[in-house]
């Protein structure tokens, strides 16, 4: 099975702190997502990488950095956090080949709350 | 851009019933994937079911079906017999077909329908 790890289930930060979230997969996947989840406005993409070191902004990048030096890893860095970036986080990633079906594969998500 | 709508923010069924998430999506382009996902409370989301838009034969998964029609721009969900473990926040979403690197695989989701079944 499918593997997408996040470093933490729930954090707690104050406001100007950086913030990193870690995401690891264990498939090999070339992409790997990193998504904002609010209700009532679904997931919006922050940030998409589909190789090590290439990174594609989203929807919603304002704010947010991202780092990818290793295949497998794919961090979310909140440079100076502001209580509008309290939220759920949800790590994605997917392989590129036609034969994958293009399916996503999720990490169980970050609750970050920034005070 | 594409944008994905789900009209219905809840939707509520009895066990065994049979209900039926709405999904419309916007789009200029012709080849897409289209995509069902699964977010049980507390819990990792899943993929449901996928439906690519060359098919014309409706993607089916068990007790979860679609009805995907493409000159409507409408991928509905129907979920048969309904379990309590269906209970779940279930979003669509929509992936375009493309052949650059840097844009292959992006998905665009739906606000999502929250499905309560009840005994």
């Known amino acids: 099975d499918v593997k997408v790890t996040q470093s933490s289930r729930y954090l707690v930060k104050r406001t100007g702190e950086k913030v990193f979230l870690e995401c690891v997969q264990d498939?090999?996947?070339?992409?790997m997502f990193w998504y904002r989840q609010d209700p009532g406005l679904g997931l919006r993409l922050i940030y998409f990488?589909?190789?090590?070191?290439?990174?594609e902004k989203g929807d919603i990048p304002e704010g947010y950095s991202v780092s990818r030096e290793k295949k497998e890893r794919f961090s979310l860095i909140l440079e100076s956090a502001s209580t509008n970036q309290t939220s759920m986080y949800l790590c994605?990633?997917?392989?590129?080949?036609?034969?994958?079906?293009?399916?996503?594969?999720f990490g169980a998500g970050t609750r970050l709350s920034v005070l | 851009a594409q944008t994905v709508t789900q009209s219905q923010p809840e939707m509520s069924v009895q066990e065994a019933e049979t209900v039926t998430l709405s999904c419309t999506y916007d789009?200029?382009?012709?080849?897409?994937?289209l995509f069902w996902y699964k977010q049980p409370p507390s819990r990792q989301m899943i993929l449901v079911i996928r439906?690519?838009?060359?098919?014309?034969q409706n993607a089916t998964e068990n007790r979860f079906s679609v009805n995907f029609q493409k000159a409507a721009k409408s991928f509905s969900l129907k979920i048969s017999d309904s379990q309590l473990g269906d209970t779940a926040m279930y979003f669509c979403?929509?992936?375009?077909?493309?052949?650059?690197?840097?844009?292959?695989?992006?998905?665009?989701f739906g606000a999502g329908t929250q499905v309560v079944v009840t005994p």
């Open positions: 789009t200029s382009e012709n080849n897409y994937y």
């Open positions: 990488s589909y190789d090590v070191k290439m990174k």
């Open positions: 439906q690519e838009a060359y098919k014309q």
């Open positions: 994605a990633s997917s392989h590129r080949l036609a034969t994958s079906k293009n399916i996503q594969y």
């Open positions: 979403a929509f992936m375009k077909h493309a052949r650059r690197a840097d844009s292959w695989g992006k998905f665009q």
């Open positions: 498939m090999d996947h070339e992409n």
